[in-house]
């Protein structure tokens, strides 16, 4: 069974920056693409990251230049350092592959940007 363990969340003040993590276990993850997504209230879950076993990169237009996915294989984790955080960056953040599966999804990590 495949388990993904999202953290890091938590409030910043709009600028600041987090790093999420995501624990991934009951998965072949090193032959995965993986990807961040996050849903804010009364939006649709949205792609903001994937990254590729090669360590390709992809990102939403809302998060370019200022979010980096990247993973370590070796600890099946996969990160998302965001900075210069934005209030409409509010969100709960999920991990998952990409393309996700539906039977993949954990609890996610809550980020709250406000003053």
């Known amino acids: 069974q495949v388990h993904l363990v999202e953290s890091g969340g938590g409030l910043v003040q709009p600028g600041g920056s987090l790093r999420l993590s995501c624990a991934a276990s009951?998965?072949?993850?090193?032959?995965?693409?993986m990807g961040w997504y996050r849903q804010a209230p009364g939006k649709q879950r949205e792609l903001v990251a994937r990254i590729r076993v090669s360590g390709d990169t992809l990102y939403a237009d809302s998060v370019k230049g200022r979010f980096t996915i990247s993973r370590d294989n070796a600890k099946n984790t996969v990160y998302l350092q965001m900075n210069s955080l934005k209030p409409e960056d509010t969100a709960v953040y999920y991990c998952?592959?990409?393309?996700?599966?539906?039977?993949?999804w954990g609890q996610g990590t809550q980020v709250t940007v406000s003053s």
């Open positions: 998952n592959r990409f393309p996700f599966n539906t039977d993949y």
């Open positions: 009951g998965m072949a993850f090193s032959i995965n693409v």
